[in-house]
């Protein structure tokens, strides 16, 4: 194998791929990238055996071929060469840098202990666009669970439908699901539990204008198998889907809440905040008491001390004393879209939802959150 490219282009492609490789692996070859001549470019591959990342980059190929090489180690060599052209070649399993008067030579593996990628065929994908793909993610896959007792929790749910697409994720504590339209095809509908660290690559290597292919492997009989991949001008991602099947959060959403309040977000979480400082570090427990027009926020650690705050907030209706665990409250506050939030309860112990106030004239957004209370101790 033998081809010249960019110093720039090199480093752009080793940056892109060299984040899927693991940090500790019992498997040498996973902490190598894959090197692969096309006709007027190089395939670079990594993988950790669930999340896989496959970029092109043009080159100029003097010499057909393939080998794996270091990956972090060529990203650090190539970090520090100067902006010149660079030549790349291999001699039995070692592959060769120069650029300017630096020479390196590395040790590589064959490219046959490489994993091969799922065969995901992207000639049967559906297509979305990368500002909806993005703001999916960005706003769902903070609620996900860290927690491995039960793993359907740890990933996202993303349902496809016909003419729209939606993400949830909860932790069982606090929940997020949004939903945007796409355009009308003939998609059967299906549901697919990803794993967030494959969504962080999507969001990292693919933009907002891009247009992406999103496809996943079929068995001979045309049943769906545990691979998915993401394909946009170039960039490939492909990761194992969680198996399973994800809870009904539909039954957790109240219906019958029939108490509202609307915040200005940002004063909100100013106010939470200042409580968080002396709040319980184990439980986080902030008092919030709704009233006419305003809302009254207490906490009392006693083996710390207590904090009293209180926001103008456009409230009527019954008062209502609810505790919640603040960081959980910023949180969601935080991925809220819009400057107005209103907050919906029913009683102290049921859940509370979160939903963005958009202006008058705007487009309204699917987008909720859930936040299940604390119980209050007196």
Not at 34 to 56: H, I, K, N, Q, Y
Not at 62 to 91: F, H, N
Request: hydrophobic letters at 40%.
């Amino acid at each position: 194998m033998k081809f010249t490219i960019t110093r720039q282009n090199l480093h752009n492609g080793l940056a892109a791929v060299s984040a899927s490789i693991p940090s500790k692996t019992t498997l040498p070859v996973l902490s190598n990238i894959l090197f692969e001549t096309a006709d007027d470019a190089v395939w670079m591959s990594g993988t950790d055996l669930d999340v896989s990342v496959r970029v092109r980059i043009p080159a100029e190929i003097q010499e057909a071929g393939r080998l794996t090489a270091p990956g972090k180690k060529m990203q650090e060599i190539v970090r520090e060469l100067p902006d010149q052209p660079v030549e790349v070649s291999t001699r039995a399993d070692q592959i060769e840098l120069s650029c300017g008067r630096s020479r390196f030579k590395l040790n590589g593996l064959p490219a046959d202990e490489f994993p091969s990628l799922p065969g995901v065929d992207f000639e049967s994908s559906v297509q979305v666009t990368g500002a909806d793909l993005q703001d999916l993610i960005h706003r769902t896959s903070f609620a996900v669970s860290t927690e491995e007792s039960r793993p359907i929790l740890n990933g996202v749910l993303w349902e496809l439908r016909d003419g729209s697409m939606r993400m949830v994720a909860t932790n069982g504590h606090r929940l997020a699901r949004m939903g945007v339209a796409t355009g009308p095809g003939s998609l059967t509908a299906t549901d697919f539990i990803v794993p967030p660290a494959a969504l962080q690559q999507v969001q990292r290597l693919l933009k907002d204008a891009d247009e992406i292919q999103v496809a996943w492997d079929q068995g001979a009989d045309g049943a769906r198998k545990n691979h998915l991949g993401f394909q946009s001008d170039g960039t490939e991602v492909y990761t194992r889907l969680i198996e399973g099947t994800y809870p009904n959060y539909e039954q957790v959403i109240p219906k019958d809440n029939d108490r509202f309040a609307i915040v200005d977000k940002k004063s909100l979480g100013q106010a939470v905040r200042r409580m968080a400082v002396v709040a319980s570090d184990q439980t986080h427990r902030i008092r919030l008491t709704f009233e006419e027009g305003k809302v009254h926020l207490n906490v009392l650690t006693p083996d710390l001390g207590e904090g009293h705050d209180e926001l103008e907030i456009d409230y009527s209706g019954d008062s209502l004393e609810i505790g919640f665990n603040a960081n959980y409250l910023l949180e969601v506050l935080r991925y809220m879209p819009t400057d107005e939030v209103r907050l919906t309860f029913k009683a102290p112990e049921r859940a509370a939802t979160m939903e963005p106030v958009v202006a008058d004239g705007d487009d309204a957004i699917d987008y909720l959150c859930l936040v299940m209370p604390l119980r209050l101790l007196d």
